[in-house]
């Protein structure tokens, strides 16, 4: 059974910074296509923040992150990273990690996504 887990989620200060983690089990992560950070605030709909994918390394972000995260992999750990630097209140969400089989369609498609973790919730006061 494969499953994800994140961790790493918290309460920080505005301009601070938080580095979320997402373990695989049951499965490795040089057997996915593609692994994806996305997050939903309260009251809205979810959201991609970043992707990557196994072949080559492709990343891919969001507007509203580009510049100030970034994604990576310990493959031989199976963990996914979201480095998250100048966090601010608009950041605040719950942070879900996803992980796809196959390509086919755009990194922000959550179609794509075979598998979810169950989130972990990042706060940044105002």
């Known amino acids: 059974q494969v499953r994800l887990l994140e961790s790493g989620g918290g309460l920080v200060q505005p301009g601070g910074s938080l580095r979320l983690s997402c373990v695989s089990s049951?499965?490795?992560?040089?057997?996915?296509?593609?692994m994806g950070w996305f997050r939903q605030a309260p009251g809205k709909e979810r959201q991609f923040v970043a992707a990557i994918t196994s072949v080559g390394g492709a990343r891919y972000y969001s507007d509203s992150v580009r510049g100030r995260f970034t994604i990576s992999t310990d493959n031989k750990k199976s963990t996914l990273y979201l480095q998250m630097n100048t966090l601010g209140p608009e950041d605040t969400a719950v942070y879900f990690c996803?992980?796809?089989?196959?390509?086919?369609?755009?990194?922000?498609?959550?179609?794509?996504?075979?598998?979810w973790g169950q989130g972990t919730q990042v706060t940044v006061p105002s």
């Open positions: 996803a992980a796809g089989n196959d390509g086919g369609s755009f990194a922000y498609n959550e179609a794509i996504y075979n598998y």
């Open positions: 049951g499965r490795s992560f040089g057997d996915y296509w593609i």
